[in-house]
């Protein structure tokens, strides 16, 4: 669990970012402002400086402000709670391909104002002020320059991104649990193995027990914990060891304490259940997916 000074130094300012969050919204007494994926984007982008995540900075601030003005306006329809979430997805999709984006919390961010329901202006506006926040980080920082481009959303893995969104959302609607068709981390850490050419049984175990784990975190602290700042303190550096454990760098991982503050009640205590069906579904389908893919071109170059 040895880190480096400048390590210790980007926890240390990542950390105080994310709680800086929260105690305004304690200050505010606006649930709104609290945003789950500031924690995953901040992790990303500022403590593991992900070159996909900060090589285009402005972006930063163009994708998830983006994803979430679309929650935001589809939460006004009068459509269900499922319907609001695939719609969500598919034009999420889209807003990523013509930015040329491949920022993953950007889901995250689109599926939040849907999921808690988000009526006031205030979460707009502490998304704008948040994401700038951290692309002018990333600037100061700097090592976004020695990343290299990140390629635009292939076509096949939007279509495999949406078929399976839809598939999960279908599912959970059809037997009754359509609150859990939204789970932003872990559907941000599938659209981020989607796009990566191999993903081991290994590695999505090792995800699994970070997500489920963050997850059961996030509601055992705020169980008893009314605060959401004292909450976020304390469940944060949980979620920190337990990644250094499982020796992973999992930007996601971090949303989840905060996703549990903000839940409906009706969400909350089913949190660690959904992460782990969710994640079962999502991870275990991609890994299938990889190794058949894998397979046929084994076997297409043998016929060659």
């Not at 502490?126 to 700038?132: N, Y």
């Not at 839809?166 to 981390?185: D, E, K, N």
């Not at 970070?210 to 944060?236: E, M, N, P, R, Y």
């Not at 454990?245 to 839940?263: E, Q, R, S, Y």
Request: charged fraction near 10%; hydrophobic fraction near 60%; glycine fraction near 6%.
């Amino acid at each position: 669990m040895h880190l480096s000074t400048i390590e210790k130094r980007n926890y240390l300012i990542g950390f105080s970012f994310i709680i800086i969050m929260v105690a305004s919204a304690t200050l505010l007494n606006d649930m709104e402002i609290i945003l789950p994926e500031i924690g995953a984007l901040t992790a990303g982008t500022w403590i593991y400086q992900n070159d996909g995540w900060i090589n285009q900075p402005l972006k930063i601030f163009l994708a998830p402000s983006g994803t979430a003005i679309i929650g935001f306006l589809i939460n006004q329809l009068t459509i269900g709670y499922a319907q609001k979430v695939i719609l969500g997805l598919l034009l999420m999709l889209v807003l990523l391909r013509v930015l040329h984006s491949n920022l993953a919390p950007s889901f995250a961010t689109g599926l939040l104002p849907i999921i808690i329901n988000a009526t006031h202006w205030s979460f707009i506006v502490a998304i704008l002020l948040f994401t700038l926040a951290l692309t002018v980080g990333v600037f100061i920082q700097g090592s976004y320059k020695e990343t290299t481009s990140s390629s635009i959303i292939k076509k096949h893995h939007m279509l495999i991104f949406a078929i399976m969104a839809l598939i999960w959302v279908g599912a959970v609607w059809f037997f009754g649990f359509s609150q859990m068709a939204a789970i932003p981390p872990v559907m941000v850490v599938f659209f981020e193995v989607l796009q990566k050419p191999q993903y081991s049984w290994k590695m999505a175990v090792k995800h699994f027990i970070a997500l489920v784990g963050a997850a059961s975190i996030g509601v055992l602290v705020h169980t008893f914990i009314s605060s959401w700042l004292i909450s976020a303190v304390i469940a944060l550096p949980l979620v920190f060891v337990l990644l250094q454990l499982l020796k992973i760098k999992l930007p996601a991982a971090f949303a989840f304490p905060l996703l549990a503050l903000v839940l409906p009640t009706s969400m909350f205590h089913m949190l660690p259940l959904t992460a782990v069906l969710a994640t079962t579904f999502f991870l275990g389908s991609i890994v299938i997916l990889k190794k058949y893919i894998s397979s046929l071109k084994v076997e297409n170059d043998s016929q060659i």
